[in-house]
T-cell receptor
Framework: DGGITQSPKYLFRKEGQNVTLSCEQN?????MYWYRQDPGQGLRLIYY???????QKGDIAEGYSVSREKKESFPLTVTSAQKNPTAFYLC????????????FGSGTRLTVV | AQSVTQPDIHITVSEGASLELRCNYS??????LFWYVQSPGQGLQLLLK????DTLVQGIKGFEAEFKRSQSSFNLRKPSVHWSDAAEYFC???????????WGLGTSLAVNP
């Protein structure tokens, strides 16, 4: 079955280190998204990509970076510049930018230790 | 500015009772409206969506929602709640040329046996 795979499910990072979260989809979706979820704050958009080799900043892009070299993959790097990286990170995709039927991955919980 | 309000942070219902989760939005034109559900530690799943037409929409898992333009609301309902419905429910609005979803902060549903 098609879907979105996020790995790892749990990730621990020391302060000052960069870490990369993986997001892979086999749905043949053009658009992909990264959200951050904190308790009581809903979902906040970090970055999104409409097509391969193109991406835009979302509402809270500072301290994060992404790449979109392949249609199937949209990795997120949490850099040391992100002051409060402990959160639940969700990756999503949809067929095209105009389609709101997002498919979500099961998330990665990042904890800074 | 576009916004989504879910007035109830937490709701508890008894199994078999009816359920209504409230969602109010702020947007000048007819928005695209969505309800998503999230089980603990998981990604989000689309329950239903409204784009146009019949203002009462049916979704998965026995849920329905009604768009009321005069009240700027899109409330989610279910006639008889099951214990497996315990989860976090998010209302979202898609509007404007930027094609981004605006999320509510969520309503946590607990179901008593």
């Amino acid at each position: 079955d098609g879907g979105i795979t996020q790995s790892p499910k749990y990730l621990f990072r020391k302060e000052g280190q960069n870490v990369t979260l993986s997001c892979e989809q086999n749905l043949n979706h053009d658009a992909m998204y990264w959200y951050r979820q904190d308790p009581g704050q809903g979902l906040r958009l970090i970055y999104y990509s409409q097509i391969v080799n193109d991406f835009q900043k979302g509402d809270i892009a500072e301290g994060y970076s992404v790449s979109r070299e392949k249609k199937e993959s949209f990795p997120l790097t949490v850099t040391s510049a992100q002051k409060n990286p402990t959160a639940f990170y969700l990756c999503a995709s949809n067929i095209e930018w105009a389609d709101y039927g997002y498919t979500f991955g099961s998330g990665t919980r990042l904890t800074v230790v | 500015a576009q916004s989504v309000t879910q007035p109830d942070i937490h709701i508890t219902v008894s199994e078999g009772a009816s359920l209504e989760l409230r969602c109010n939005y702020s947007y000048g034109a007819t928005p695209y409206l969505f309800w998503y559900v999230q089980s603990p530690g998981q990604g989000l799943q689309l329950l239903l969506k409204y784009f146009s037409g019949d203002t009462l929409v049916q979704g998965i898992k026995g849920f329905e929602a009604e768009f009321k333009r005069s009240q700027s609301s899109f409330n989610l309902r279910k006639p008889s709640v099951h214990w497996s419905d315990a989860a976090e429910y998010f209302c979202a609005v898609g509007a404007g040329n930027n094609r981004k979803l605006i999320w509510g902060l969520g309503t946590s549903l607990a179901v008593n046996p």
